[in-house]
């Protein structure tokens, strides 16, 4: 098993970067592959990234060119970087890991409990 614990949400302008952190305890992030996903107020979940444990990446769509997903294996974390941020951007941001690289959330096993990023207008 492994618990994942997200932080580096925060209040930010339009405009501003953040990079969420997502912090592995048990088993090593790097026996997954990991994922970042969002949910907005009264909307669904929805895929942002993903890293396999090759490395390899891949981004949601409408958020290419914004986004940095990495991983450090020796710290067990796995972050998100997040540029150019717009205030449709507000949400909770979940971390999860788990045995393929997907955009579907239910093939993930293990979940955060998220970290809030608000930016405002």
């Known amino acids: 098993q492994v618990q994942l614990v997200e932080s580096g949400g925060g209040l930010v302008q339009a405009g501003d970067s953040l990079r969420l952190s997502c912090a592995a305890s048990?088993?090593?992030?790097?026996?997954?592959?990991m994922g970042w996903f969002r949910q907005a107020p009264g909307k669904e979940r929805e895929f942002v990234a993903t890293?396999?444990?090759?490395?390899?990446?891949s981004y949601a769509d409408s958020l290419k060119g914004r986004l940095t997903i990495s991983r450090d294996n020796a710290k067990n974390t796995v972050y998100l970087q997040m540029n150019s941020l717009k205030p449709e951007d507000t949400a909770v941001y979940y971390c999860?890991?788990?045995?393929?690289?997907?955009?579907?959330?239910?093939?993930?096993?293990?979940w955060g409990q998220g970290t809030q990023v608000t930016v405002s207008s």
């Open positions: 999860a890991a788990g045995p393929i690289q997907s955009t579907v959330d239910s093939r993930y096993t293990y």
């Open positions: 048990g088993r090593a992030t790097s026996s997954y592959a």
């Open positions: 890293i396999t444990r090759s490395d390899t990446t």
